[in-house]
């Protein structure tokens, strides 16, 4: 062997290349809204200015058969994995664990999700917006975080990991992270134009940095999910296009959606959803204030297709248009959370606090503002999902019938095509992987994968009369239920609390009747007998039972799991933000809170706050007198009878529960320096957004300006719970029904 010169270069190591995408595999754009109805697209019928989604439907596809799981957990965690979210163990929500395997809130790790199952292909994947498919109570700053973005595929991730969040005040993280938003109200910041903004970085950073290799990006937005929030100048447009009201705006759609194909020429209007009024029978001040209602949803969804555009604009500019395959749909229909009425803020009636028709009269003007948490009423929900029945958390069309917007210009020759076929979001991944090339893997980390349970669709994009779906698909959400097989589908709306076996089953031939307006089940109780059958078979074989449809028990029994005997929480100066369901649960309970701190002369600030301008509570120091606020959709205040003396105290507020209300009382040093009446508690509701000690880091619970930074010394600030547990379960189940 020659010698060789110690000097010279070594020879250059054998690098592995890492894993290669198949030839002609597509860059993947995912766009996901939160609660939009079937025909809120400007494509799908509606009058909302949605021109980038026109667009992209004008170089591909509309599916008019797209369905989805009625909520947006379990349609997540179907798109995510490409099996159904009973299989995969999110039988309803990220937010409680039953202990049933269908039903722990988590999807199971031999469900890999669409990033995991691209990786080893070449892909980078980029998750932007909200994820919800993770236990709330494994949110916080410990985890666990194997049910994080980053654990379960994606290679970064931006966005809230909740139901909803606040679009002026988002609870945010970055990878696993939480991090403060970039801006406030006041200088202009919106959630969605944040999320663009980072999915453009993690595009075109990737385009930088690895041009020829393919990506794929997930963003959703917290449009259009309560608070519907939006520029003030949006929705002040919208006030004149919906004077007419819900009756007449659902007339328009179906006659624009049968122009468009979308439905076919014969479909019929159902009646009004129950509880619905209709629009000439309504007071008129109630009408002005449902039409700025529905102006806030319209002007969210307008918002973010302004985003949307922003986006395909950095496609472009990249070169990336063509071989980028889009996908833009809905999780669920649109929601009913916002009542008969809707609401302005509906923190205060979450916590028992009315909010009667003259104060929603009066702000008005607040309606998609910092202050509000609105939501329209069921009259808006209803047209949003023309021409279906029902709402989101329903198995009629109303809650799983929805948008799918498909386009592929390199690929699809069918521009501004319309596809008919039977699809669902459990076939979503199935129909990614056939179009890229690729087979889901057998193992991932080394734990065995379960089958994929959706079918691809992918020769759709391609013939339009390709076969739909041969096998049946299966509904079923807090006990109400539904199946679809050869165009035939039975569907029960299940009343919380009432025997399954009263429920009554519908019988529908979706080909002839869209709207699921002419029920067969008296004409053909056979057809019926085997589609119930055929729905307890699915049933037992995807996890779905046993049933249950408690609300409140459910939640309460999490509640207490998550809480344990813990009635100590101490925070320590120079912690992090803390999401509200790992905070201190104060709701319909006595508390204390006791704050270690050293002022002098002019300090001021939070000394502790969670929650948000909406809905929380603070304890801080202001013009030299100790103040709590406990703000319910209404500022509740008391402050400090006398002025703080320099040193080391503690500063502290016990809430004492009574039959009569509650009274809060101030003390320094364990002496009472002031009193009064908490009229409305927390009954089932803080808020969405978390806690900070020595700032409030955003929206503000009080009167001062964010984020009012302690300029004392601040220690420590203790939290001590009243051992009485919350009593109304079901009031709260409720509100958390509300938040998804």
Request: glycine share 10%; aromatic share 10%.
């Given at each position: ?6 000097l ?31 025909s ?76 995991e ?192 555009a922003?986006?395909?604009a ?43 028709p ?7 003007d ?40 498909v386009?592929w ?9 319309l ?10 991944a ?14 991932v ?62 019988l ?7 709207s ?20 307890w ?9 046993p ?27 120079g912690m ?8 201190p ?23 502790i ?25 209404e ?95 079901e ?10």
């Open positions: 062997m020659p010698n060789r010169d110690p010279a270069a070594p020879n250059p190591p054998s690098w592995p290349s890492g894993p290669q995408p198949p030839e002609g595999a597509p860059n993947i754009l995912v766009i996901l809204f939160d609660d939009v109805g079937l809120d697209f400007g494509c799908y019928g509606s009058p909302i200015a949605t021109p980038a989604i026109d667009a992209i439907a004008g170089r591909g596809l509309r599916y008019t058969g797209f369905h989805t799981t009625a909520m947006c957990s379990t349609t997540r965690a179907a798109l995510l994995t490409g099996r159904n979210h009973h299989s995969v163990g999110m039988g309803c929500l990220a937010n409680f664990d039953s202990g049933y395997p269908g039903y722990r809130g988590k999807i199971a790790r031999a469900a890999s999700t669409i990033a199952m691209l990786r080893p292909h070449g892909y980078n994947s980029y998750m932007v917006g909200k994820w919800h498919v993770t236990p709330l109570g494994e949110t916080g700053p410990t985890g666990p975080f194997d049910g994080w973005p980053l654990a379960r595929g994606f290679d970064h991730f931006y966005g809230f990991m909740d139901a909803e969040t606040d679009q002026y005040a988002p609870e945010l993280v970055r990878d696993n992270t939480p991090v403060a938003p970039p801006g406030t109200y006041e200088s202009g910041y919106h959630l969605s134009e944040d999320l663009a903004d980072e999915a453009i970085r993690y595009m075109t950073d990737h385009v930088a940095a690895k041009p020829d290799a393919p990506f794929l990006l997930w963003l959703a937005f917290g449009a259009c999910h309560a608070p519907h929030q939006a520029p003030r100048d949006l929705i002040l447009r919208y006030d004149a296009l919906f004077q007419d009201g819900w009756d007449a705006e659902r007339e328009r759609r179906l006659t624009r959606m049968k122009e468009m194909g979308i439905v076919p020429a014969d479909t019929i209007l159902p009646p009004r959803n129950d509880f619905v009024q209709p629009w000439d029978a309504l007071d008129p001040d109630f009408r002005r204030v449902a039409c700025r209602l529905q102006g806030a949803y319209a002007a969210m969804l307008d918002h973010a297709d302004r985003q949307i922003r986006v395909m950095a496609l472009d500019a990249a070169g990336l248009t063509d071989d980028t395959l889009v996908l833009v749909l809905s999780d669920n229909g649109a929601s009913q959370e916002g009542l008969v009425y809707g609401f302005v803020n509906a923190m205060g009636p979450y916590n028992q606090r009315p909010e009667f003259a104060e929603k009269l009066a702000r008005i607040e309606i998609g503002g910092p202050a509000s948490h609105s939501n329209f009423p069921l009259g808006w929900a209803m047209a949003a999902n023309t021409p279906v029945r029902r709402y989101k958390q329903n198995t009629h069309g109303g809650g799983i019938r929805d948008p799918l917007v386009s210009p390199k690929r699809i020759g069918d521009h501004g095509g596809r008919h076929q039977f699809a669902h979001a459990v076939d979503v199935p129909t990614l992987l056939e179009l890229v090339g690729v087979a889901p893997p057998e193992t980390a080394g734990v065995a994968q379960m089958p994929i349970e959706g079918e691809s669709f992918a020769a759709s994009l391609f013939d339009p009369t390709a076969p739909g779906r041969t096998s049946p698909q299966y509904f079923e959400m807090f006990g109400h239920r539904g199946v679809i097989a050869d165009g035939w589908k039975a569907v029960a709306f299940h009343p919380p609390g009432t025997p399954y076996d009263a429920d009554q089953w519908e529908f031939y979706l080909p002839d009747d869209f699921e307006a002419n029920n067969l089940a008296a004409e053909r109780p056979d057809k019926l007998a085997e589609m119930i059958d055929l729905w078979r699915e049933a037992e074989k995807h996890q779905v039972l049933l249950d449809d408690r609300f409140g028990p459910r939640f309460a029994e999490n509640a207490a799991r998550r809480l344990g005997d813990r009635r100590v929480f101490t925070f320590h100066a992090g933000h803390i999401p509200t369901d790992i905070a649960d104060l709701r319909d309970r006595s508390f204390r809170i006791d704050a270690y701190a050293t002022v002098e002369a002019g300090d001021q600030g939070v000394l706050a969670h929650g948000d301008a909406t809905c929380g509570y603070s304890l801080y120091i202001k013009e030299g007198r100790l103040v709590y606020d406990q703000n319910v959709g500022h509740q205040i008391v402050a400090a009878d006398r002025p703080i003396g320099p040193g080391e105290h503690v500063f502290s507020v016990s809430v004492e529960k009574g039959d009569g209300g509650n009274v809060a009382t101030l003390l320094i040093d364990g002496e009472p320096v002031g009193s009064g009446p908490i009229r409305y508690g927390f009954v089932n509701f803080i808020s969405w957004s978390g806690l900070d000690i020595g700032q409030d880091r955003s929206s503000p619970v009080s009167h001062y300006p964010a984020p009012f930074r302690f300029t004392g010394a601040l220690r420590k600030v203790v939290v001590t719970l009243d051992d009485e547990a919350p009593a109304d379960a009031g709260a189940a409720a509100v958390a029904l509300a938040r998804e």
